[in-house]
């Protein structure tokens, strides 16, 4: 059986830097999605580790109300996903406001592909992890061994032939 891809969902309603972005993770399974209700189908569907999620999204481009929107729904569907919030408003308080609600990170446009790559990796890596967290604590329920008070039976004695 052919090994998985793993699966991201960009959340960006820029064409070129869609473009540019699915380029920069052609190893990965690449889904897209231009608006929040859209990405929401992609992420119930599709089950993607992680999401790079753009908060200028339509129909509130120039704000960040539709990308904070789209991230507390992103998190509340699928809340061990991981989610970058990839933004052109490099501001200190949305930062610290996206951190707060659940993003894993945070990174400022214009994009660097390289650093972007890293993160991403590395957001990866944690899916990874918890999963065998996950895995490892159903393997630990279903053995389970600490506390066990265990007993062994006596061999049945036998029979000695009575004496005269």
């Known amino acids: 059986m052919p090994e998985q891809k793993p699966r991201i969902l960009i959340v960006e309603d820029d064409p070129g830097l869609q473009k540019q972005l699915k380029w920069c993770f052609d190893g990965c399974d690449v889904l897209q999605a231009t608006q929040r ?4 189908v992609a992420l119930r569907r599709h089950e993607p580790e992680v999401v790079l999620l753009d908060l ?9 109300s539709e990308g904070f929107a789209a991230l507390r729904e ?8 991981k989610v970058i919030v ?16 659940g993003a894993m990170d945070f990174f400022s446009k ?3 592909t390289d650093v972007l790559r890293l993160m991403v990796e590395r957001a990866f890596h944690m899916a990874g992890l ?3 967290l996950d895995r490892l604590r ?9 506390g066990i008070v265990a007993t062994a039976h006596a061999a049945p004695k036998k029979a000695t032939p009575a004496q005269p």
Do not use: K
């Open 74 to 81: 992103i998190l509340r569907v699928a809340p061990r996903t």
């Open 130 to 132: 918890e999963l065998e």
């Open 138 to 146: 159903e393997a630990q329920a279903l053995m389970p061994v600490e």
């Open 110 to 112: 214009p994009v660097d």
């Open 37 to 40: 209700e859209e990405a929401l």
């Open 86 to 101: 990839v933004t052109g408003r490099s501001d200190r308080e949305n930062a610290l406001n996206a951190v707060a609600l």
């Open 56 to 64: 200028g999204l339509p129909p509130d481009a120039e704000g960040v």
